[in-house]
């Protein structure tokens, strides 16, 4: 082997440093994508959602108006607004939505009255349509979709056999392989469906999926009929069972309260959630089944407080994991983004916490305060990680000049690949953590 050059390995470790050396009393360099009370055209943005991402990284998600109507953001502009739809009345709308690399979208508004999905070809399926995967049965919502990169469609949805109601007697994963014909629907599973013996509960939400980028990967928390509330949460994947709520996890204890997964191009996947154990440390992240990461732990000089629940997860097709902790309230309440390998999740760094200055313009001058990270695992992911070297995060903020607290959406750049090591062995540690 080659001798390693001391000189060469002193001056990358030296340029780490410098491009961290921003952050060691708190302030972090971000990027703002929209934030409440920007302009665009005629129209003023009042509020901006959870953020999603294509296969290349660029960013989508729905923000809404001071007009009453809904934008659609991809990449770097507005590229829908529900006014667009006239005659037809497009109101409202899930945060969930998706993204495609040909700036395709997909998202969950009220048309016509009616619960719909809507893309940009128009309407796909609302409340009252026929299904055309389920003859004889009708669309009663739609809800939590997204869109893989290629344009392929998903969201779950109900059904009815009574045309007009409104009241579902099975929900259903739905995927639509051309958004612009409805005809291309089709069911990949529901209620009812037999699962190792094991039926999926027809009355159950069971909204907690991921479909990976490349569409050759699915993750999904079901709720299956097992008599006991103890054990009827499984985690499917690919098709078939890889966790039961209720069967042991390996340490004396057993899963319970399974809550976000995540899958990406290779099948590796997270799972966050509970186990029987003591209330002070069941909270986790697990990595392909193994949990990494719980609460009590210590990670970058930030110890999990009791109490500490995750609030969201992300895996992309690096097998990287960016995961949002927080924990008590009011003077005493903390949140951290915490980013790391899947397999060495326990050696996360800490990228960003609650308290945090934000510069947003590049001086290295302060701008914003971070006062909350918005993530929520029940909408989506609630933080988006690609491969691109950059995290999208909903959070809100306070100028440092003085003003109201908006909301944003920020961009913030991870580690380089190869970097980890040395941060987790305290670099990074020494450097970020405020004193």
């Known amino acids: 082997m080659k001798p390693r050059n001391r000189v060469s390995l002193m001056s990358a470790t030296a340029a780490l440093f410098s491009s961290f050396t921003v952050a060691a009393f708190g302030q972090v360099p971000v990027s703002v994508i929209v934030k409440q009370g920007d302009i665009f055209g005629t129209r003023t943005v009042s509020t901006v959602n959870a953020p999603f991402t294509d296969g290349f990284g660029k960013v989508g998600f729905v923000a809404s108006f001071s007009d009453s109507t809904r934008g659609i953001w991809h990449s770097s502009g507005f590229i829908f607004n529900s006014s667009s739809a006239l005659p037809d009345s497009v109101t409202g709308g899930e945060s969930t939505m998706g ?14 009255g009616e619960d719909a999905v809507f893309t940009h070809a128009g309407k796909l399926l609302a409340g009252g349509d026929p299904l055309p995967p389920l003859p004889g049965l009708f669309s009663t919502f739609s809800s939590r979709p997204t869109m893989i990169p290629n344009g392929t469609a998903y969201w779950i949805g109900g059904s009815t056999p009574t045309q007009g109601s409104s009241t579902s007697t099975n929900r259903h994963l739905f995927k639509a392989t051309d958004v612009s014909n409805p005809m291309s629907i ?44 103890a054990n009827n949460l499984h985690v499917y994947r690919n098709g078939s069972f890889v966790v039961q709520e209720g069967s042991p996890v390996g340490d004396g204890t057993n899963w319970e309260g399974l809550d976000i997964v995540a899958i990406n191009n290779i099948g590796d996947w997270i799972l966050t959630g509970d186990t029987t154990g003591n209330t002070a440390t069941d909270e986790f992240v697990a990595f392909k089944g193994e949990i990494k990461v719980r609460e009590g732990d210590t990670i970058d000089g930030v110890t999990l407080a009791t109490g500490a629940s995750l609030r969201a997860a992300s895996i992309n097709n690096k097998s990287q994991v960016a995961h949002i902790w927080g924990w008590g309230s009011g003077s005493t309440a903390q949140e951290h983004l915490f980013f790391g390998a899947g397999d060495t999740l326990y050696d996360s760094v800490r990228l960003l916490s609650v308290g945090d200055t934000l510069d947003s313009d590049g001086d290295t001058i302060a701008d914003w305060l971070l006062t909350d ?61 405020r004193r």
């Open 99 to 112: 993204v495609s690399n040909a700036g395709g979208f997909i998202y969950s508004p009220s048309f016509n």
């Open 186 to 229: 089709t069911r990949i599973l529901g209620g009812g469906d037999i699962i190792e013996g094991k039926a999926i509960s027809t009355s159950a939400s069971n909204f907690d999926y991921d479909i990976s980028d490349n569409g050759s990967h699915h993750v999904h928390i079901l709720d299956m009929v097992t008599g006991s509330s």
């Open 373 to 433: 990270f918005n993530a929520s695992g029940t909408i989506g992911p609630g933080i988006e990680l690609a491969e691109d070297g950059f995290i999208h995060v909903h959070v809100d903020m306070t100028p440092v000049a003085g003003g109201d607290e908006i909301q944003a959406v920020i961009r913030l750049a991870i580690p380089e690949p190869g970097t980890l090591g040395l941060l987790a062995l305290g670099a990074f540690a020494l450097i970020r953590r």
